[in-house]
Nanobody, 116 residues
């Protein structure tokens, strides 16, 4: 069973940066589309950014120009670089993968708090 290890969350001041990492076990990472979702209590989980196996990316409008998703297939790891963070970015961030039929496996989540 594939396993995800997420890291990089924490407390940061507005305007600061964090980089989230998602390391995945196994040898099939390069075949996955990867996504980062976030969720706050009482709200639905929303897709923040995605990167396809071919490298194409897509972003939630509110994070465009501030967040960057990337992947390193040699390290089986996906990243989410978050810059110019705002209090409204506060959420639990989840890494997920798709093999072409929707996102089906999720990481444990990492908390991001943007506060002064």
């Amino acid at each position: 069973q594939v396993q995800f290890v997420e890291s990089g969350g924490g407390l940061v001041q507005p305007g600061g940066s964090l980089r989230l990492s998602c390391a995945i076990s196994g040898s099939s990472f390069r075949f996955y589309d990867m996504g980062w979702y976030r969720q706050v209590p009482g709200k639905q989980r929303e897709l923040v950014a995605s990167i396809l196996r071919g490298g194409s990316t897509n972003y939630l409008d509110s994070v465009k120009g501030r967040f960057n998703i990337s992947r390193d297939n040699a390290k089986n790891t996906a990243y989410l670089q978050m810059n110019s963070l705002k209090p409204e970015d506060t959420a639990v961030y989840y890494c997920t993968r798709s093999r072409g039929a929707g996102y089906d496996v999720w990481g444990q989540g990492t908390q991001v708090i943007v506060s002064s």
